[in-house]
């Protein structure tokens, strides 16, 4: 019976997919512009004297950003950072914060940026388990990965992981949807990814949008094997379809860059810590090629991409094989290649390969804190979390990682990311400056960068 039932149950499978209409067009980028009725000011291009704390040099010397931090609440394990652009040209992100990741406290954090004045609020709670609970009339045992954007009939939905038996590989998603920027949600509901206990679906990635208003929102899935999908929604926020991309073992957390009607790029993360994995499609995701591994190292470690209203692409990655102590961009132009491209360099340590004493350690934390206001209370709570996660007895490694891209609508592009586990970290930049030489780096700073 339990045989009959499995051919059953793959005949039908393999009916469906071969039924599958062929997929509604991509919405491109250069389209997805949300509610005009506050646009921001044109960008003004940043400069390198423009007054501005925050303003700073890459560390390799190439290029200028200002940054800051998102999340306000000291001695907190931070993660998994998203964003969205409001209606007033101000910016939301999520995250989740606890006393460490998959503990029983762990919450849904927000903060809202004001471009006017670079500050970002102080954090509020979006959801915790008791709302999770609450609203899905089922236990939840702990909550991951949040992911919010701004939906085409100009609402905003929040996908959220989270578990109610096992570990993450046990995930299923819930979403809700807000009408006035993120100020009020909607009851909590479970997206319903499979007809079998419902569970290994992941979400970390940027949705896509096509033409007949459907989603396309890229998940992954760990249980037993690890591979990534697409997930296609409806605007009642109802699965409708989906589709595995080929030979995408191990692969998980994919972003996609759409390019323009029909063609579209997927990157993803090495479950294997090896290189980069890519698909393509040229169909409107209808079907994706084989997946192949990219020239770039990858250190089983989240990316994030994003394609500008120019139609440059742009991906944010740990770029040393081996650990997650460097962050840079990449860019590209409109239908180019990553491959052979120059790293706009955002985070770097001194030497990569090393890990830090304690001792050091604290101190450069605590170096970058200060600089940026915090108390000494503050300093103390963000090293003795990060000093938890990050350190042994005697070494740390440093950790900047999950990074998530977005550009706004006044040209800017925003990057926020892990900090050593214990900020949320945002950095702001002007795409249209050129990569300049680092002969602005003193020359022992130019000879380590180069050594890597």
């Known amino acids: 019976m339990a045989v009959t ?33 506050s646009m921001s000011k044109p960008l003004q291009a940043l400069s390198p004297l423009a007054a501005s704390d925050l303003r700073q040099l890459s560390p390799d010397g190439s290029f200028y950003f200002d940054a800051r931090f998102v999340s306000s609440e000291p001695g907190q394990a931070v993660h998994a950072a998203s964003l969205a652009e409001l209606r007033n040209g101000h910016m939301r992100a999520v995250w989740f914060a606890g006393s460490r990741e998959g503990a029983g406290d762990v919450a849904i954090k927000t903060a809202v940026f004001n471009p006017e004045n670079l500050l970002w609020s102080q ?21 991951g990965n ?14 959220m992981v989270n578990v ?16 006035d920027d993120g100020v009020t949600w909607s009851v909590l509901r479970r ?34 094997t690890k591979f990534a999908e697409i997930l296609h929604i409806n605007t009642q926020g109802q699965l409708v379809d989906k589709s595995r991309i080929p030979a995408s073992q191990t692969s998980l957390q994919p972003v996609i860059l759409v390019r323009d009607e029909k063609q579209a790029q997927i990157y993803m993360r090495s479950g294997r810590s090896t290189a980069v994995m890519t698909s393509e499609t040229t169909d409107a995701g209808t079907s994706w090629s084989s997946t192949l591994a990219s020239s770039w190292p990858n250190p089983d470690s989240a990316l994030a991409g994003v394609v500008t209203a120019a139609g440059e692409q742009w991906l944010a990655l740990n770029l040393d094989p081996e650990n997650r102590q460097s962050l840079a961009l990449l860019k590209t132009a409109k239908g180019g290649s990553f ?45 003795d979390i990060s000093k938890r996660q990050l350190c042994t007895a005697d070494t740390c490694s440093q ?53 890597h």
Not at 164 to 179: C, E, K, N, P, Q
Not at 195 to 211: M, R, V
Not at 371 to 380: D, F, K
Request: hydrophobic share 40%; with cysteine.
């Open 5 to 37: 039932s499995l051919v059953v149950i793959f005949c039908l499978a393999s009916w469906k997919i071969s039924a599958r209409l062929p997929a509604s067009n991509f919405l491109p980028p250069s389209t997805q512009v949300v509610s005009s009725s």
């Open 123 to 143: 954090e509020t709670t979006l959801f915790d388990r008791e709302r999770l609970q609450r609203d899905l009339w089922r236990y939840v045992k702990k909550i």
């Open 146 to 159: 949040p992911v919010i954007a701004r939906m085409p009939d100009d609402s905003l939905v929040l996908w």
């Open 164 to 179: 109610s038996l096992g570990g993450w590989a046990g995930s299923s998603i819930s979403w809700a949807r807000s009408t």
């Open 191 to 224: 997206l319903v990814t499979s007809p079998f206990l419902n569970i290994s679906t992941l979400a970390k990635g940027a949705p896509s949008f096509h033409q007949n208003g459907q989603i396309g929102l890229p998940v992954y899935h760990e249980f037993i």
């Open 339 to 383: 491959e052979g491209v120059t790293p706009w360099t955002v985070e770097l340590t001194h030497d990569v390969k090393t890990r830090l004493s304690v001792s050091s350690y604290e101190q450069l934390l605590t170096d970058e804190l200060a600089a940026r206001g915090a108390s000494q209370v503050q300093i103390r709570a963000d090293v």
């Open 399 to 451: 950790e900047f990682s999950y990074p998530y891209l977005l550009q706004s609508r006044d040209g800017y592009l925003h990057l926020v990311y892990t900090w050593h586990r214990s900020r949320i970290k945002h950095v702001r930049l002007d795409p249209g400056q050129m990569l300049q030489p680092n002969a602005a780096l003193p020359a022992e700073r130019r000879a380590a960068f180069a050594a």
